[in-house]
């Protein structure tokens, strides 16, 4: 049995926090789509909701290893 990567921030494919980086190799995508996903849907949402929701992950989600 493999065992599953809990969900955290990645320390070596970050942007700008490693939030996207981490939610992308916890569920194995690929996190360049992943980041271009979210960043278009924040658009689409008149941006606040994606960074807000960015911000509050930030906040809750453990680092890499920590």
Known sequence: MSQRRSLSRSRHDRMVAGVIGGI?????????????????LSIVSAAFPGIL?????????PEEGS
């Open 24 to 40: 992308a190799h916890r569920f194995g995508w690929n996190p360049t789509l992943l980041r271009f996903v979210y960043v278009v």
């Open 53 to 61: 929701v960015y911000l509050i992950l930030w906040l809750l989600m």
